[in-house]
């Protein structure tokens, strides 16, 4: 089956969760401990495996009251209250957004609740909201490593309630994108600075000598050749790496559905545009993606050149090295490790090519019907000589034209009698109309 956990479907929307045993030991460990760095790779479950400690810990233990969870935009917008609604075991925890305009989250946190879901540009709005009152006894961190940064405003507000907190989780698959010197605020938040000290000037100095310098200005900091094993043994017993040989039963083929849920006013644009079939997703659960794999190549497949112009248009200010699969020489380049992004049509790469050496994650930014191409496409990751676990991350906006796509390919029914049949359900959706079927 498709997907990163076990599932036995009982429902669409209600199914079980039997989960790996990776799995159901992450879950004991962050019961058991109220610190915990979960550094798991995107598509492995983190989720599902959190909110299965959050409800034991809820209704089983009694443990916590109220939980926070932290996460990118999009993430909070749908991820978390997705996942919640999907197995049948997390039906009684009730997850509330915390989204929208200042009434509308002060609204939402006012909500009778058990998990209460913020986007990460909003943590400096809601310290300064209840101030010393601090409210949440556990707070999870989904994607950790955005609060990297000591000077960052929301890692100063933050660190400013971590003594109200009780439990803490970091989630992220990434903990050191830029190297080890980004490790300092994230392990401060979980351990308010016990194991690698209280300041980053302090960390620094025992990890780390200058580099690069200009005067008293110092640029870079290399760290020491004995840092890394040091810097694990300490942090090893509040932090979990899926990536350590003790955990290797994982997939090696993940398949990541990323549901993008649109704003109101899109939703009722996204509706007019698809009556032509035409419809605008900005790339901002893209750049999640990215930032979330930080010095990781990845492969986007996209289906239209408008599509390809829109992804181009929202990276252009990164520093990201960005290519197009046109010749062999970009080949080289990508297996060489000479981008970061590599932009292909699902038909540029049907046959034959060896992409395996450039990455092992792919995202698929508008999907395509043929269920050839696609298989084709992922198989130029997924293939003999790949060293690494496949992730393939699909963007799917909800409630939209892409959804029936996303169906079709998994259930393997790419047929032009599914197309016309989907075609015709959405069209029957944009006019308002049914078939006289309850």
């Given at each position: 089956?498709?997907?990163?956990?076990r599932?036995?479907?009982?429902?669409?929307?209600?199914?079980?969760?039997?989960p790996?045993?990776?799995?159901?030991?992450?879950?004991n460990?962050m019961?058991?401990?109220?610190?915990?760095?979960?550094?798991?790779?995107?598509?492995?479950?983190?989720?599902?495996?959190?909110?299965?400690?959050?409800?034991?810990?809820?209704?089983?233990?009694?443990?916590?009251?109220k939980?926070?969870?932290?996460?990118?935009?999009?993430?909070?917008?749908?991820?978390?209250?997705?996942?919640?609604?999907k197995?049948?075991?997390?039906?009684?925890?009730?997850v509330?957004?915390?989204?929208?305009?200042i009434?509308?989250?002060i609204?939402?946190?006012?909500?009778?609740?058990?998990?209460?879901?913020?986007?990460?540009?909003?943590?400096?709005?809601?310290?300064?909201?209840?101030?010393n009152?601090?409210?949440?006894?556990?707070?999870?961190?989904?994607?950790?490593?955005?609060?990297?940064?000591?000077?960052?405003?929301?890692?100063?507000?933050?660190?400013?309630v971590?003594?109200?907190?009780?439990?803490?989780?970091?989630?992220?698959?990434?903990?050191?994108?830029?190297?080890?010197?980004?490790?300092?605020?994230?392990?401060?938040?979980?351990?308010?600075?016990?194991?690698?000290?209280?300041?980053?000037?302090?960390?620094?100095?025992?990890?780390?000598?200058?580099?690069?310098?200009?005067?008293?200005?110092?640029?870079?900091?290399?760290?020491?050749?004995?840092?890394?094993?040091?810097?694990?043994?300490?942090?090893?017993?509040i932090?979990i790496?899926?990536?350590?040989?003790?955990?290797?039963?994982?997939?090696?083929?993940?398949?990541?559905?990323?549901?993008?849920?649109?704003?109101?006013?899109?939703?009722?644009?996204?509706e007019?545009?698809?009556?032509?079939?035409?419809?605008?997703?900005?790339?901002?659960?893209?750049?999640?993606?990215?930032?979330?794999?930080?010095?990781?190549?990845?492969?986007?497949?996209?289906?239209?050149?408008?599509?390809?112009?829109?992804?181009?248009?929202?990276?252009?200010?990164?520093?990201?090295?960005?290519?197009?699969?046109?010749?062999?020489?970009?080949?080289?380049?990508?297996n060489?490790?000479?981008?970061?992004?590599?932009?292909?049509?699902?038909?540029?790469a049907?046959?034959?090519?060896n992409?395996?050496?450039?990455?092992?994650?792919i995202?698929?930014?508008?999907?395509?019907?043929?269920?050839?191409?696609?298989?084709?496409?992922?198989?130029?990751?997924?293939?003999?000589?790949?060293?690494?676990?496949v992730?393939?991350?699909?963007?799917?906006?909800?409630?939209?034209?892409?959804?029936n796509?996303?169906?079709?390919?998994?259930?393997?029914?790419?047929?032009?009698?599914?197309?016309?049949?989907a075609?015709?359900?959405?069209?029957?959706?944009?006019?308002?109309?049914?078939?006289?079927?309850d």
């Amino acid at each position: 089956v498709p997907g990163q956990d076990r599932r036995i479907r009982t429902e669409r929307h209600d199914m079980k969760f039997v989960p790996h045993n990776y799995q159901r030991y992450c879950i004991n460990r962050m019961i058991t401990d109220p610190v915990l760095g979960l550094f798991l790779d995107m598509g492995l479950g983190k989720t599902v495996i959190t909110l299965t400690a959050v409800n034991d810990l809820r209704f089983n233990r009694f443990a916590v009251r109220k939980v926070l969870v932290i996460a990118p935009k999009k993430v909070a917008e749908d991820t978390w209250t997705r996942e919640s609604q999907k197995w049948d075991h997390l039906k009684m925890l009730r997850v509330i957004p915390v989204l929208g305009s200042i009434k509308q989250r002060i609204r939402a946190i006012n909500t009778p609740g058990d998990v209460w879901v913020l986007s990460r540009d909003n943590v400096s709005w809601l310290v300064d909201y209840y101030k010393n009152d601090w409210p949440f006894d556990m707070v999870i961190i989904d994607e950790l490593s955005s609060f990297k940064s000591n000077k960052a405003k929301r890692f100063r507000k933050l660190k400013s309630v971590r003594n109200h907190i009780h439990r803490i989780v970091g989630l992220t698959g990434t903990p050191t994108p830029n190297g080890l010197e980004d490790l300092w605020a994230q392990i401060y938040l979980l351990d308010e600075g016990k194991r690698l000290g209280k300041t980053l000037t302090g960390y620094r100095d025992n990890y780390f000598t200058p580099g690069a310098r200009n005067g008293n200005v110092i640029y870079e900091y290399n760290p020491r050749t004995w840092a890394d094993e040091e810097i694990n043994e300490r942090i090893k017993d509040i932090c979990i790496s899926m990536k350590a040989e003790d955990y290797l039963e994982l997939p090696e083929r993940i398949d990541n559905v990323r549901h993008i849920k649109l704003p109101d006013k899109a939703k009722k644009q996204y509706e007019e545009l698809e009556k032509t079939m035409i419809a605008d997703i900005d790339g901002e659960a893209l750049k999640e993606i990215i930032d979330a794999n930080a010095g990781k190549g990845i492969l986007v497949f996209y289906n239209f050149k408008h599509d390809k112009a829109r992804i181009q248009k929202a990276l252009k200010k990164s520093k990201l090295r960005i290519g197009e699969l046109k010749n062999p020489d970009s080949i080289t380049a990508w297996n060489n490790g000479q981008m970061d992004i590599l932009l292909a049509h699902p038909a540029s790469a049907a046959y034959g090519l060896n992409l395996q050496a450039g990455g092992h994650i792919i995202v698929w930014f508008g999907l395509n019907w043929s269920l050839e191409l696609y298989q084709q496409a992922n198989a130029r990751l997924y293939r003999q000589g790949q060293k690494e676990n496949v992730v393939i991350h699909h963007l799917v906006t909800a409630g939209g034209y892409d959804e029936n796509v996303m169906d079709a390919l998994e259930a393997k029914e790419v047929t032009q009698d599914s197309f016309l049949n989907a075609l015709k359900a959405r069209i029957k959706s944009v006019k308002g109309e049914n078939d006289g079927k309850d």
